[in-house]
């Protein structure tokens, strides 16, 4: 039987840890969250929930569609027609899907039935004894023929570079010429639904997106907000203080969330959000001794889906090369 070790929890690492698995792989996930998903996120705060990573997905391949279906009949996603359309978004013709309990759910659900080591953070990786050797943070020791590495390219390059791993030139420059945009998200804990018309709001000022979570069908128990701010404010921002950053976004929404109305605010920072600029394939075969990929959404057509293709591809390589 052939191994597979996979860095990231995220769609791109859990669909080729599936694929892999069908296809009798000996597969194990790992990954330095507490929980799977990645990007794939929902964070509770009191009774609400709110998603702070990603906030949606469309499914415009027959791969994808067909997971899709999976998820709708398992009661997992739901199919989402948020009222306001956002004037950037290229598959606005496409049906969009939530996760019905928020979008880690989905993620949890990928996972269901695979290896995953999570709190899991690797810090190198090498041949040995003509098998990959991967370290882990906390001393740990993992094993397997092909090595598969799913986390942000700037993380993926800072990995190689703590290993020592002699990449080749025309690799390191395709993994460095991979970025991505950061974000900084606030979600808000509040006493009284919003007074929003809609559940989502596209802004153009320090203010991207603002989802009313309840409205979206996910913090029934108490109603949230996530306000991601703009690409340009949250690279100015990202290093200041989170409190600040909370009440500064919170702030210019009065209309929407007066002072009184709110109970908590929590800010997360994502270095790495969209992938704006991509590896044009889904994934980077390394030049390596072993089999040695790269992928995720920062490889072919990005966001969740983009990241599925990413972890199906290289799960198809894999397949019919070992
Ligand atoms: C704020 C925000 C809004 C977004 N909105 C949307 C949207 O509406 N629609 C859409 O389609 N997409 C959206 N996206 C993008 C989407 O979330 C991502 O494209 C997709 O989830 C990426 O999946 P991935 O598997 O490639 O990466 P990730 O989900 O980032 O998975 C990588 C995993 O690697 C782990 N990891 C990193 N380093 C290590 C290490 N050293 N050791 C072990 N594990 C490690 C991380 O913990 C993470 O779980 C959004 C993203 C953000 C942040």
Redesign the pocket.
Known sequence: MSSSLI????????TTARELRLQGWDVIV????RG??????TRRIEQARAD???????ATTPAFQEVVQELLADKVIAKWEPAQPSPADTTVDQPHYIGIDGMNTVAKALAKNLTVHTS????SFRVDDSQWLVE?ESGGQYRADALLI???AP?ALA?IEKSGFPITTADKSALSAIAYQP?L?VMVALHQPSTMPNAVRYDTGDIA?VADNAQKGISLGQPSITI?ASADFSRTHFDDDLNAIGRQLVDQLSDLIPADNISTIQVHR?R????DQRHPAPFLKAEAPLTLLF????FGE??????FT??LAMANFCTADL
């Open positions: 860095i990231g929890a995220g769609m791109a690492g859990l790992l990954d330095k969250g799977v998903g990645g990007r794939l996120a702070h990573g990603a906030q949606y997905f469309s899991e953070t690797i810090v882990t799913t986390i942000p993380q990995l974000c998200a997106w991601h994502w790495y959000s969209l992938a992928g995720g959404d920062g990005g966001n969740v889906e983009g990241a990413s972890g």
